[in-house]
T-cell receptor
Framework: DAKTTQPPSMDCAEGRAANLPCNHS???????VYWYRQIHSQGPQYIIH???NNETNEMASLIITEDRKSSTLILPHATLRDTAVYYC???????????????FGKGTSLLVTP | GAVVSQHPSWVICKSGTSVKIECRSL??????MFWYRQFPKQSLMLMAT?????????EQGVEKDKFLINHASLTLSTLTVTSAHPEDSSFYIC?????????????FGPGTRLTVL
């Protein structure tokens, strides 16, 4: 799987948009960009994933650059409960018989402040 | 979203005993289940991958005879830490992968905190 680079930490004021960058310059054509987050002492939570088009769901938006070498996760209105470590992971999608594991890097520790 | 449960959520045991951790996908069938562990202030590290009905595939450095994995059904996988020692104290997290094409999203359990005295 391609390696990702994320800033170690970021701050965001409550109610503002949190924009978390991720660099994945060696991504392959069949690799997707996944975002997970882990709130302290809990299991990771799936947020969103995409291949090349921008994606949006009820939690966040994912913006992938045209060359796919970087992406940004956007939390439109951050709340205190969004304080967590956010992981950007690049990986292939498995077939119906087997999935692929996730290679967690160090992620970005996001602190949302009042 | 899909729900994955783990039991127990925490366990304290004496050195030399064995501990079993269960991981269940509650509302979907999981083609593959994964076991990770996380030491304090570190990221998750993959221990093993298991497909239902097959032997688990262990990552380098993870002893298969110490960490026994059984994946008997599409909704249940168990991890048994045999002859646990204090250095096995960690946060153990399982995940289950759906078999929906072009999705393959992993859903994680809440984790099990193991403390070996």
């Amino acid at each position: 799987d391609a390696k990702t680079t994320q800033p170690p930490s970021m701050d965001c004021a409550e109610g503002r948009a949190a924009n978390l960058p991720c660099n994945h310059s060696t991504i392959s054509g069949n690799e997707y960009v996944y975002w997970y987050r882990q709130i302290h002492s809990q299991g990771p939570q799936y947020i969103i994933h995409g291949l090349k088009n921008n994606e949006t769901n009820e939690m966040a938006s994912l913006i992938i650059t045209e060359d796919r070498k970087s992406s940004t996760l956007i939390l439109p209105h951050a709340t205190l409960r969004d304080t967590a470590v956010y992981y950007c992971i690049v990986r292939q999608i498995g077939n119906s018989n087997s999935g692929y594991a996730l290679n967690f890097g160090k992620g970005t520790s996001l602190l949302v402040t009042p | 979203g899909a729900v994955v449960s783990q039991h127990p959520s925490w366990v304290i045991c004496k050195s030399g005993t064995s501990v079993k951790i269960e991981c269940r996908s509650l509302d979907f069938q999981a083609t593959t289940m994964f076991w990770y562990r996380q030491f304090p202030k570190q990221s998750l590290m993959l221990m093993a991958t298991s497909n239902e009905g097959s032997k688990a595939t262990y990552e380098q450095g993870v002893e298969k005879d110490k960490f026994l994995i059984n994946h008997a059904s599409l909704t249940l996988s168990t991890l048994t830490v045999t002859s646990a020692h204090p250095e096995d104290s960690s946060f153990y997290i399982c995940s289950a992968s759906t078999s929906i094409p072009h999705t393959d999203t992993q859903y994680f359990g809440p984790g099990t905190r193991l403390t070996v005295l």
